[in-house]
Protein backbone atom coordinates (compact mmCIF):
# COMPACT_ATOMS: atom_id res chain seq x y z
CA UNK A 1 0.00 0.00 0.00
CA UNK A 2 1.49 3.49 -0.86
CA UNK A 3 0.66 6.32 1.12
CA UNK A 4 -1.04 9.35 -1.19
CA UNK A 5 0.43 12.41 1.03
CA UNK A 6 4.48 12.61 1.48
CA UNK A 7 5.75 11.63 5.29
CA UNK A 8 8.39 14.96 6.22
CA UNK A 9 11.43 14.55 7.61
CA UNK A 10 13.20 17.11 9.35
CA UNK A 11 16.56 17.02 9.19
CA UNK A 12 19.26 16.07 6.41
CA UNK A 13 21.93 14.42 8.64
CA UNK A 14 22.90 11.09 7.75
CA UNK A 15 20.10 9.50 10.12
CA UNK A 16 17.05 11.82 7.93
CA UNK A 17 18.87 10.68 4.92
CA UNK A 18 19.02 7.30 5.56
CA UNK A 19 15.35 7.08 6.46
CA UNK A 20 14.48 9.26 3.17
CA UNK A 21 16.28 6.61 1.00
CA UNK A 22 14.57 3.70 2.29
CA UNK A 23 11.07 5.12 2.46
CA UNK A 24 11.83 6.27 -1.28
CA UNK A 25 12.95 3.14 -2.55
CA UNK A 26 9.95 1.63 -1.08
CA UNK A 27 7.91 4.02 -3.19
CA UNK A 28 6.95 6.98 -0.77
CA UNK A 29 7.06 10.27 -1.56
CA UNK A 30 9.09 11.99 0.93
CA UNK A 31 9.50 16.16 1.60
CA UNK A 32 12.89 17.03 3.61
CA UNK A 33 13.54 20.10 6.05
CA UNK A 34 16.84 21.67 7.09
CA UNK A 35 17.47 24.25 8.92
CA UNK A 36 21.01 24.82 7.24
CA UNK A 37 21.73 25.80 3.86
CA UNK A 38 22.89 22.34 2.80
CA UNK A 39 22.78 18.72 4.18
CA UNK A 40 25.11 16.72 6.33
CA UNK A 41 24.77 18.37 9.92
CA UNK A 42 27.50 16.86 11.90
CA UNK A 43 28.93 15.47 9.14
CA UNK A 44 29.31 18.54 6.99
CA UNK A 45 32.35 20.24 5.82
CA UNK A 46 33.56 23.53 5.99
CA UNK A 47 34.58 25.06 2.78
CA UNK A 48 37.71 27.47 3.11
CA UNK A 49 40.45 28.93 0.97
CA UNK A 50 42.32 25.68 2.37
CA UNK A 51 39.73 23.89 1.03
CA UNK A 52 36.94 21.83 2.34
CA UNK A 53 37.82 21.20 6.37
CA UNK A 54 35.90 18.49 8.08
CA UNK A 55 34.96 19.71 10.99
CA UNK A 56 32.75 17.72 13.04
CA UNK A 57 32.76 13.69 12.16
CA UNK A 58 36.31 12.78 11.26
CA UNK A 59 35.94 9.49 10.07
CA UNK A 60 33.72 6.11 10.71
CA UNK A 61 33.81 2.85 10.95
CA UNK A 62 31.27 0.13 9.78
CA UNK A 63 30.65 -2.97 12.55
CA UNK A 64 27.14 -4.00 11.85
CA UNK A 65 26.58 -6.19 8.86
CA UNK A 66 24.04 -3.93 7.14
CA UNK A 67 25.90 -0.85 7.35
CA UNK A 68 29.08 -2.41 6.19
CA UNK A 69 27.39 -3.90 3.27
CA UNK A 70 25.68 -0.16 2.28
CA UNK A 71 29.56 1.34 2.91
CA UNK A 72 30.76 -0.90 -0.05
CA UNK A 73 28.23 0.51 -2.25
CA UNK A 74 28.96 3.63 -1.07
CA UNK A 75 32.96 2.81 -2.07
CA UNK A 76 31.85 1.20 -5.45
CA UNK A 77 30.13 5.16 -6.61
CA UNK A 78 33.30 6.77 -5.11
CA UNK A 79 31.09 8.12 -2.35
CA UNK A 80 33.55 7.12 0.56
CA UNK A 81 37.44 6.07 0.36
CA UNK A 82 39.47 4.38 3.24
CA UNK A 83 41.44 6.76 5.17
CA UNK A 84 44.45 4.89 6.79
CA UNK A 85 46.66 8.14 9.00
CA UNK A 86 49.60 7.40 10.52
CA UNK A 87 48.10 7.07 13.84
CA UNK A 88 49.24 8.12 17.34
CA UNK A 89 48.33 8.04 20.98
CA UNK A 90 49.46 11.20 23.12
CA UNK A 91 49.19 9.87 26.70
CA UNK A 92 51.26 11.11 30.29
CA UNK A 93 52.94 13.86 27.88
CA UNK A 94 54.61 11.26 25.92
CA UNK A 95 53.34 11.13 22.01
CA UNK A 96 53.71 7.12 20.43
CA UNK A 97 53.05 5.58 17.47
CA UNK A 98 49.37 3.42 17.59
CA UNK A 99 48.67 1.29 14.85
CA UNK A 100 46.13 -0.80 14.17
CA UNK A 101 43.62 -2.78 11.79
CA UNK A 102 40.62 -1.09 12.26
CA UNK A 103 39.21 0.26 8.94
CA UNK A 104 38.05 3.96 8.71
CA UNK A 105 36.21 5.62 6.07
CA UNK A 106 36.04 9.06 4.94
CA UNK A 107 33.65 11.00 2.76
CA UNK A 108 35.40 11.55 -1.05
CA UNK A 109 36.22 13.92 -1.36
CA UNK A 110 35.01 15.62 1.78
CA UNK A 111 32.72 14.17 4.43
CA UNK A 112 29.54 16.12 3.19
CA UNK A 113 29.91 14.31 -0.11
CA UNK A 114 28.02 11.44 1.65
CA UNK A 115 25.10 12.89 2.23
CA UNK A 116 25.10 15.12 -0.85
CA UNK A 117 25.11 11.68 -2.66
CA UNK A 118 21.92 10.42 -0.79
CA UNK A 119 20.04 13.42 -1.01
CA UNK A 120 20.05 13.20 -4.59
CA UNK A 121 17.03 14.75 -6.23
CA UNK A 122 14.93 14.32 -3.32
CA UNK A 123 12.44 17.59 -2.19
CA UNK A 124 14.20 19.10 -0.11
CA UNK A 125 13.45 23.06 1.63
CA UNK A 126 16.76 24.47 3.24
CA UNK A 127 17.27 27.12 5.35
CA UNK A 128 14.04 25.99 6.93
CA UNK A 129 14.18 25.93 11.04
CA UNK A 130 10.37 23.64 12.08
CA UNK A 131 9.43 25.20 14.83
CA UNK A 132 6.29 23.29 15.81
CA UNK A 133 5.18 20.09 14.15
CA UNK A 134 1.05 19.35 15.07
CA UNK A 135 -1.28 17.02 14.04
CA UNK A 136 -4.64 17.96 12.42
CA UNK A 137 -7.96 15.58 12.30
CA UNK A 138 -6.11 13.17 10.35
CA UNK A 139 -2.80 14.30 8.62
CA UNK A 140 0.14 16.38 10.06
CA UNK A 141 1.51 19.93 9.12
CA UNK A 142 4.73 21.80 9.70
CA UNK A 143 5.26 25.50 11.34
CA UNK A 144 8.70 26.92 10.37
CA UNK A 145 10.39 29.89 11.96
CA UNK A 146 9.49 32.11 9.13
CA UNK A 147 5.71 31.59 10.12
CA UNK A 148 4.93 29.51 7.27
CA UNK A 149 2.96 26.15 7.03
CA UNK A 150 3.60 22.87 5.66
CA UNK A 151 1.29 19.76 5.08
CA UNK A 152 -0.23 17.96 5.07
CA UNK A 153 1.58 14.74 5.34
CA UNK A 154 0.66 11.59 6.37
CA UNK A 155 3.77 10.26 8.69
CA UNK A 156 6.66 12.55 10.42
CA UNK A 157 10.45 12.01 11.07
CA UNK A 158 12.08 13.91 13.08
CA UNK A 159 15.79 13.31 12.54
CA UNK A 160 17.71 15.93 14.81
CA UNK A 161 19.49 16.02 17.96
CA UNK A 162 17.80 14.95 20.64
CA UNK A 163 17.50 18.52 22.15
CA UNK A 164 16.25 19.74 19.08
CA UNK A 165 13.91 16.92 19.00
CA UNK A 166 12.41 17.16 22.01
CA UNK A 167 10.07 20.41 21.44
CA UNK A 168 9.26 18.78 18.01
CA UNK A 169 7.64 15.69 19.51
CA UNK A 170 5.68 18.00 21.74
CA UNK A 171 1.93 16.23 20.65
CA UNK A 172 3.72 13.56 22.15
CA UNK A 173 4.76 13.74 25.50
CA UNK A 174 5.85 10.26 26.18
CA UNK A 175 8.55 10.91 23.10
CA UNK A 176 8.98 14.23 24.14
CA UNK A 177 10.20 13.33 27.36
CA UNK A 178 12.09 10.74 26.07
CA UNK A 179 14.24 12.85 23.51
CA UNK A 180 14.45 15.45 26.70
CA UNK A 181 16.11 12.84 28.83
CA UNK A 182 18.91 12.59 26.31
CA UNK A 183 21.94 15.28 26.99
CA UNK A 184 24.36 15.66 24.87
CA UNK A 185 27.46 17.36 25.23
CA UNK A 186 29.22 20.08 23.25
CA UNK A 187 32.46 19.73 21.42
CA UNK A 188 35.00 23.28 19.68
CA UNK A 189 36.86 22.24 17.09
CA UNK A 190 39.57 23.98 15.49
CA UNK A 191 40.93 23.86 11.67
CA UNK A 192 43.89 25.36 11.21
CA UNK A 193 45.58 25.86 7.54
CA UNK A 194 49.71 26.54 7.69
CA UNK A 195 51.73 27.64 4.44
CA UNK A 196 54.40 24.73 5.15
CA UNK A 197 54.32 21.42 6.03
CA UNK A 198 54.47 20.39 9.68
CA UNK A 199 57.55 18.61 10.22
CA UNK A 200 55.58 15.29 11.66
CA UNK A 201 54.12 11.93 10.99
CA UNK A 202 51.29 11.99 12.83
CA UNK A 203 48.11 12.30 10.85
CA UNK A 204 45.32 11.21 13.40
CA UNK A 205 45.92 11.04 16.88
CA UNK A 206 43.88 10.68 20.11
CA UNK A 207 44.71 12.57 23.34
CA UNK A 208 44.35 11.88 26.81
CA UNK A 209 45.10 14.32 30.03
CA UNK A 210 44.78 17.20 27.48
CA UNK A 211 42.01 19.84 26.60
CA UNK A 212 42.49 18.08 23.39
CA UNK A 213 40.83 14.93 22.42
CA UNK A 214 41.46 14.17 19.40
CA UNK A 215 43.51 15.99 15.95
CA UNK A 216 43.73 15.02 12.18
CA UNK A 217 45.83 15.93 9.44
CA UNK A 218 42.64 17.09 6.88
CA UNK A 219 45.02 16.86 3.77
CA UNK A 220 46.10 13.54 4.82
CA UNK A 221 42.43 12.28 4.34
CA UNK A 222 42.31 10.73 -0.07
CA UNK A 223 40.84 13.37 -2.33
CA UNK A 224 41.59 16.53 -0.22
CA UNK A 225 43.12 19.92 -1.09
CA UNK A 226 46.66 19.36 -0.59
CA UNK A 227 48.28 22.44 -1.07
CA UNK A 228 48.00 23.97 3.01
CA UNK A 229 48.90 21.13 5.61
CA UNK A 230 45.21 21.70 7.35
CA UNK A 231 44.53 20.29 10.94
CA UNK A 232 41.57 19.49 12.39
CA UNK A 233 41.77 19.79 16.35
CA UNK A 234 38.81 18.60 18.80
CA UNK A 235 38.77 19.84 22.28
CA UNK A 236 37.26 17.24 25.01
CA UNK A 237 33.69 17.53 26.07
CA UNK A 238 34.93 19.01 29.40
CA UNK A 239 36.84 21.74 28.34
CA UNK A 240 34.38 22.62 25.94
CA UNK A 241 31.44 23.12 28.89
CA UNK A 242 33.91 24.63 30.76
CA UNK A 243 35.06 26.97 27.79
CA UNK A 244 30.74 27.59 26.29
CA UNK A 245 30.75 30.97 26.05
CA UNK A 246 34.79 31.84 25.35
CA UNK A 247 35.09 33.76 22.37
CA UNK A 248 36.46 31.85 18.81
CA UNK A 249 39.70 33.56 18.41
CA UNK A 250 40.20 32.65 22.44
CA UNK A 251 39.53 28.76 22.12
CA UNK A 252 41.41 28.58 18.32
CA UNK A 253 44.81 30.03 20.75
CA UNK A 254 43.95 28.10 23.70
CA UNK A 255 43.41 24.35 21.78
CA UNK A 256 46.53 26.03 18.43
CA UNK A 257 48.94 26.16 22.35
CA UNK A 258 47.61 22.61 23.34
CA UNK A 259 48.68 21.07 19.83
CA UNK A 260 51.66 22.97 19.59
CA UNK A 261 52.90 21.72 22.85
CA UNK A 262 51.84 18.55 22.09
CA UNK A 263 52.72 17.48 18.38
CA UNK A 264 57.04 17.39 18.95
CA UNK A 265 57.86 20.05 16.27
CA UNK A 266 57.79 23.45 15.66
CA UNK A 267 54.78 25.09 14.87
CA UNK A 268 54.51 28.51 12.87
CA UNK A 269 51.21 30.82 13.38
CA UNK A 270 48.48 29.49 11.11
CA UNK A 271 48.00 30.93 7.91
CA UNK A 272 44.27 30.48 8.28
CA UNK A 273 42.40 29.07 11.18
CA UNK A 274 39.20 28.68 12.42
CA UNK A 275 36.51 27.88 15.43
CA UNK A 276 33.78 25.97 14.99
CA UNK A 277 31.54 24.89 17.78
CA UNK A 278 29.13 21.96 18.10
CA UNK A 279 26.60 22.27 20.81
CA UNK A 280 24.99 18.94 20.72
CA UNK A 281 27.98 16.98 19.63
CA UNK A 282 27.27 13.48 21.27
CA UNK A 283 24.87 12.12 23.31
CA UNK A 284 25.93 11.86 26.73
CA UNK A 285 25.48 8.07 27.14
CA UNK A 286 24.70 5.48 24.30
CA UNK A 287 21.20 3.75 23.91
CA UNK A 288 19.77 0.78 22.34
CA UNK A 289 15.91 2.29 21.33
CA UNK A 290 16.90 2.13 17.88
CA UNK A 291 14.13 4.68 17.27
CA UNK A 292 11.57 5.99 19.47
CA UNK A 293 7.78 6.14 17.87
CA UNK A 294 3.89 6.15 18.03
CA UNK A 295 3.15 4.30 15.03
CA UNK A 296 -0.63 5.11 15.12
CA UNK A 297 -0.25 8.59 15.37
CA UNK A 298 2.34 8.60 12.83
CA UNK A 299 5.34 10.01 14.12
CA UNK A 300 9.09 8.70 14.28
CA UNK A 301 12.42 10.06 15.76
CA UNK A 302 15.76 8.74 15.11
CA UNK A 303 19.25 10.04 14.77
CA UNK A 304 22.66 8.84 16.53
CA UNK A 305 21.39 9.47 20.35
CA UNK A 306 18.59 6.64 19.64
CA UNK A 307 21.70 4.13 19.23
CA UNK A 308 25.74 4.56 19.75
CA UNK A 309 26.40 8.07 18.72
CA UNK A 310 28.67 7.15 15.85
CA UNK A 311 28.27 7.85 11.80
CA UNK A 312 27.15 3.88 12.30
CA UNK A 313 24.48 4.50 14.74
CA UNK A 314 22.94 7.64 13.29
CA UNK A 315 21.95 5.49 9.56
CA UNK A 316 21.00 2.66 11.40
CA UNK A 317 18.30 4.43 12.95
CA UNK A 318 17.37 6.18 10.28
CA UNK A 319 16.78 2.37 8.57
CA UNK A 320 14.70 1.60 11.75
CA UNK A 321 12.36 4.25 11.67
CA UNK A 322 11.98 3.58 7.67
CA UNK A 323 10.91 0.24 8.95
CA UNK A 324 9.09 0.80 11.67
CA UNK A 325 6.89 3.02 9.26
CA UNK A 326 6.68 0.81 6.36
CA UNK A 327 5.49 -2.67 8.41
CA UNK A 328 2.65 -0.66 10.16
CA UNK A 329 1.42 0.30 6.60
CA UNK A 330 1.09 -3.45 6.19
C1 LIG B 1 33.01 17.23 16.52
C2 LIG B 1 32.38 15.92 16.16
C3 LIG B 1 33.19 14.82 15.87
C4 LIG B 1 32.61 13.60 15.55
N1 LIG B 1 33.42 12.56 15.19
C5 LIG B 1 32.87 11.40 14.80
C6 LIG B 1 33.68 10.36 14.30
O1 LIG B 1 34.90 10.52 14.14
N2 LIG B 1 33.08 9.19 13.96
C7 LIG B 1 31.73 9.00 14.09
O2 LIG B 1 31.23 7.90 13.76
N3 LIG B 1 30.93 10.00 14.52
C8 LIG B 1 31.47 11.18 14.88
N4 LIG B 1 30.68 12.20 15.30
C9 LIG B 1 29.24 11.94 15.46
C10 LIG B 1 28.50 11.94 14.11
O3 LIG B 1 28.81 13.12 13.41
C11 LIG B 1 27.01 11.86 14.40
O4 LIG B 1 26.74 10.68 15.14
C12 LIG B 1 26.13 11.82 13.15
O5 LIG B 1 26.59 12.65 12.13
C13 LIG B 1 24.71 12.20 13.58
O6 LIG B 1 23.84 12.20 12.48
P1 LIG B 1 22.30 12.58 12.68
O7 LIG B 1 21.66 12.52 11.35
O8 LIG B 1 21.74 11.75 13.78
O9 LIG B 1 22.28 14.08 13.24
P2 LIG B 1 22.85 15.43 12.62
O10 LIG B 1 24.00 15.18 11.74
O11 LIG B 1 23.02 16.37 13.76
O12 LIG B 1 21.65 15.95 11.69
C14 LIG B 1 20.54 16.64 12.20
C15 LIG B 1 20.08 17.69 11.18
O13 LIG B 1 18.88 18.28 11.69
C16 LIG B 1 18.88 19.65 11.38
N5 LIG B 1 17.95 20.31 12.31
C17 LIG B 1 18.05 20.39 13.66
N6 LIG B 1 16.98 21.03 14.17
C18 LIG B 1 16.19 21.37 13.12
C19 LIG B 1 14.94 22.05 13.00
N7 LIG B 1 14.29 22.51 14.07
N8 LIG B 1 14.43 22.23 11.76
C20 LIG B 1 15.08 21.78 10.64
N9 LIG B 1 16.26 21.12 10.71
C21 LIG B 1 16.81 20.91 11.92
C22 LIG B 1 20.34 20.07 11.54
O14 LIG B 1 20.63 21.24 10.82
C23 LIG B 1 21.07 18.82 11.00
O15 LIG B 1 21.37 18.97 9.63
C24 LIG B 1 31.20 13.45 15.56
C25 LIG B 1 30.39 14.56 15.84
C26 LIG B 1 30.98 15.78 16.12
C27 LIG B 1 30.09 16.98 16.38
N1 LIG C 1 34.17 14.88 19.44
C1 LIG C 1 32.92 14.51 19.31
O1 LIG C 1 32.01 15.26 19.53
C2 LIG C 1 32.64 13.12 18.90
C3 LIG C 1 31.34 12.68 18.76
C4 LIG C 1 31.09 11.36 18.37
C5 LIG C 1 32.18 10.49 18.13
N2 LIG C 1 33.44 10.95 18.27
C6 LIG C 1 34.60 10.10 18.02
O2 LIG C 1 34.30 9.31 16.92
C7 LIG C 1 35.13 8.17 16.94
C8 LIG C 1 34.25 7.08 16.51
O3 LIG C 1 34.37 5.88 17.22
P1 LIG C 1 34.61 4.51 16.47
O4 LIG C 1 33.84 4.47 15.23
O5 LIG C 1 34.35 3.46 17.47
O6 LIG C 1 36.14 4.63 16.06
P2 LIG C 1 37.49 3.97 16.61
O7 LIG C 1 38.58 4.51 15.75
O8 LIG C 1 37.35 2.51 16.71
O9 LIG C 1 37.69 4.65 18.01
C9 LIG C 1 37.07 4.33 19.20
C10 LIG C 1 37.90 4.81 20.39
O10 LIG C 1 38.91 3.82 20.62
C11 LIG C 1 40.16 4.41 20.95
N3 LIG C 1 41.11 4.05 19.89
C12 LIG C 1 40.78 3.51 18.69
N4 LIG C 1 41.89 3.27 17.97
C13 LIG C 1 42.93 3.65 18.70
C14 LIG C 1 44.33 3.65 18.49
N5 LIG C 1 44.87 3.21 17.35
N6 LIG C 1 45.13 4.11 19.47
C15 LIG C 1 44.60 4.56 20.62
N7 LIG C 1 43.28 4.59 20.90
C16 LIG C 1 42.45 4.14 19.95
C17 LIG C 1 39.86 5.86 21.08
O11 LIG C 1 39.40 6.09 22.41
P3 LIG C 1 40.23 6.92 23.49
O12 LIG C 1 39.33 6.93 24.68
O13 LIG C 1 41.47 6.14 23.66
O14 LIG C 1 40.47 8.27 22.90
C18 LIG C 1 38.67 6.08 20.16
O15 LIG C 1 37.93 7.23 20.54
C19 LIG C 1 35.70 8.08 18.31
O16 LIG C 1 37.05 8.50 18.24
C20 LIG C 1 34.89 9.11 19.10
O17 LIG C 1 35.61 9.75 20.12
C21 LIG C 1 33.78 12.26 18.64
Known sequence: MTTLLPIAIIGTGIAGLSAAQALHAAGHPVQLFDKSRGSGGR???????AGALDLGAQYFTARDRRFVDVVQQWQARGWVAEWTPSLYNFNNGQLTASPDEQV???????????????????????????????????????QDADGNSHGPFSHVIVATPAPQASPLLSSVPKLAGAAASVPMDP???????????????????????????????????????????TWVLHATSQW???????????VTEHLLGAFAELIGCAVPAPALSLAHRWLYARPASAHQWGVLADSDLGIYACGDWCLSGRVEGAWLSGQEAARRL???LQ
Not at 115 to 126: D, I, K, Q, S
Not at 211 to 219: G, I, M, S, T, V
Request: net charge positive; charged share 25%; hydrophobic share 40%.
Open 240 to 250: TKQHLDMPKEA
Open 104 to 142: RWVGSPRMSAITRAMLGALPVNFSCRITEVFRGEQHWHL
Open 43 to 49: MSSKRSD
Open 326 to 328: LEH
Open 187 to 229: TWAVALAFPTALETRVEGCFVQDSPLDWLARNRSKPGRDTQLD
